[in-house]
């Protein structure tokens, strides 16, 4: 069944450790789009990518960093962690505007 | 650049009842779609219904539905019997170009 998956689900880490978070879908799609999360459950787009080794940097500055070298992987980077980026993390990708976006299940980060 | 705003950061409403979740938008643009999204607590955020502005007639999807004002730039969702299932975090959003603009989200809390 065409999907997207994050992992892992939830990760506790300690400060100054780098982090992988991965994103892959089997849609084949062009599109896709990192979100952070904050407590309040507002989304802000921190990165997104419109095709193999193209991406961009969203609304939301963020000391992540992104990489799509296969259409379907898009693995975000912390590569030092800090408390500051203890939050939700949402991967999404899209065919089209008409279908608007599928998402992941999302990545709960805490760093300690 | 536009921008989505939902009114009500909370609602709630007594199983079985009818509610109505407001969300407004501001954009130069024509062409257009608007979503409405569901993120139950911490599960997958899923599209409930989608509306395309060069449609008249409102979109209707089971227990789901939308007042949209093209004029007014409203697109509200009107959940009718509300069942338990339906507590969750709601996002209007808005696609334009290549990405999709969320509103701030409003928290339902459905009533046994």
């Known amino acids: 069944e065409a999907d997207i998956y994050q992992t892992p689900r939830y990760l506790v880490i300690g400060t100054g450790k780098k982090i992988t978070l991965e994103c892959s879908q089997t849609?084949?799609?062009?599109?896709m789009y990192w979100y952070q999360q904050d407590p309040g459950m507002e989304l802000h787009l921190i990165h997104y990518?419109?095709?193999?080794?193209?991406?961009e940097k969203g609304d939301l500055s963020s000391e992540s960093t992104v990489s799509r070298i296969r259409t379907e992987h898009f693995p975000l980077t912390l590569e030092s962690a800090r408390p500051s980026h203890t939050s939700q993390y949402l991967c999404?990708?899209?065919?089209?505007?008409?279908?608007?976006?599928?998402f992941g299940s999302g990545t709960r980060l805490t760093v300690v | 650049a536009q921008t989505v705003t939902q009114s009500q950061p909370e609602m709630s409403v007594q199983e079985a009842e009818t509610v109505t979740l407001s969300c407004t938008y501001d954009?130069?643009?024509?062409?257009?779609?608007l979503f409405w999204y569901k993120q139950p607590p911490s599960r997958q955020m899923i599209l409930v219904i989608r509306?395309?502005?060069?449609?008249?007639q409102n979109a209707t999807e089971n227990r789901f539905s939308v007042n949209f004002q093209k004029a007014a730039k409203s697109f509200s969702l009107k959940i009718s019997d509300s069942q338990l299932g339906d507590a969750a975090m709601y996002f209007c959003?808005?696609?334009?170009?290549?990405?999709?603009?969320f509103g701030t989200g409003t928290r339902l809390t459905i009533i046994p």
């Open positions: 959003a808005f696609f334009g170009n290549e990405k999709l603009t």
């Open positions: 509306q395309e502005a060069y449609k008249q």
């Open positions: 990518s419109y095709g193999v080794n193209s991406t």
């Open positions: 849609m084949g799609h062009d599109k």
């Open positions: 999404a990708s899209s065919e089209d505007r008409v279908r608007g976006y599928t």
């Open positions: 954009t130069s643009e024509s062409d257009y779609y």
